[in-house]
């Protein structure tokens, strides 16, 4: 599975109550919107827009700094609340909300320098490009990265003057409230950003509500495919970042030890729990039972632990039907012919937990080898040199992340910026998001781009516009 925006919720009349996935106790529960309070929240924020998108950029930027100085303030207790809802360890808990904070630091200092007025010559007069904020932009969000996705979208449409509304995951309802809280004590006006607790069966009618300019989901393909049907119905741009199978490409002259560790890194990224994780690990064959050697003991420095401890490296699924589906998957597998070599058994201990895995001898028919595997089991598959393993490499439905680890550098940078199919392609590290940089993928894993300066453009009227003194007269070009 991927980090989706889910496609069933429960119904309407039912609270959304969370679990925590350490041990399946039952947590708080939250009533959530119907799609009239989502329709009152999207002519609430147009409204609302309608003044913001006049303040300055200097305004916005120090609200949004402000939303930094919150998250700063509260990591810990932010952290924690990702822990209870989805799992994740509070190390990493913490690392996400300086993210996050760094993220609105970041748009609040360089969105003006993006959005300026660019000047054109088009033969006379005065031409230049202006971009102007488009209205309420809808959000669809996942669960594995609870405040960073939301913040990834958030920051740069407000400073570019928009509005937003949140639809988050049915399971992290608390991390979407405190979300708004957080906007609304930084100076975001109340109806400029809403979170709603809405049911994913009213998604499409809200998209198709006037008083929303556009929508941006973070998910799975079909969920994806579900909202740009619904967007492209009614001519409304949209922004989708969906699933991945990102493949690193392990040449003959790279370091193994130094390999495995950054293959192992990338595989574990939120306990394997993301759609830029290493997933697929293309070996020459040259070096193959060295890198499986030591890919396996750089998992195995992956142990389960309670996410609340801050030296636990691998906290549990999100969810023990998540979990269920990783097994299948490494059975189904196994049962196809891929070869076990750590990990692979579910614990006898309640709640969502599953093990550092590795498989080796990874073909095509095996689910680690066709589909998006979303835990920490790492697929092993074999090639004959460099061209086969990236015709392997870009045998996929996803095009999201990818990787070379080589100790040619030049080699590297080559075959990352000419021939692998992704949207980023990282070399001898793995592969993340930046606010500075642009993020996003190619094939089933969407179009658009967020962050730097290509994301904050994503939601903007890109305008032209000529001007000329009376004197000068019309001009007959036609188009």
Known sequence: MVEQAELTHPPSNERLRTTNPATGEPGRAYDPHTIDDARSSAAAARNAFLDWRGTSFADRAAVIRK??????????????????????????????????????????????????????????????????????????????????????????????????????????????????????EAGVPSDLFRTLLLPSRNVEALIKDENVAAVTLTGSVAAGKSVATAAGSMLKKCVLELGGSDAYVVLEDADIEAAAKVAATARMVNGGQSCIAGKRFIVVHSILEQFEAAMVEAMAGYEMGDPLDPATKLGPMQSVKARDEIHQQVESSIRNGARLLLGGKVPDRSGAWYPATVLSDVQPGQPAHDEEVFGPVAAIIAANDEADAIRIANDSEFGLGSGVLTGDLDRGRRIAAEQLEAGMSFVNENVRSDPRAPFGGVKHSGYGRECGSFGIREFVNIKTVHVKPQSEGGNSRTE
């Not at 207790?77 to 996050?100: N, S, W």
């Not at 660019?118 to 007069?125: L, W």
């Open 67 to 184: 939303a930094a100085e919150i998250l700063r303030s509260r990591q810990d207790e932010f952290a924690r609340l990702m822990t209870e809802e989805m799992g994740k360890t509070i190390a990493d808990g913490r690392a996400e909300v300086e993210k996050c904070a760094f993220h609105c630091d970041w748009f609040a200092g360089h969105a003006q320098q993006y959005l300026a007025n660019e000047p054109i010559d088009i033969g006379g007069g005065e031409a230049f490009v202006t971009f102007n904020p488009i209205g309420v932009v809808l959000a669809v969000m996942p669960w594995n990265f609870p405040f960073w996705q939301v913040f990834r979208f958030v920051a740069p449409a407000l400073m570019a003057g928009n509005g937003a509304l949140l639809k988050h995951a049915s399971n992290v309802p608390g991390c979407a409230l405190a979300i708004e809280q957080i906007l609304h």
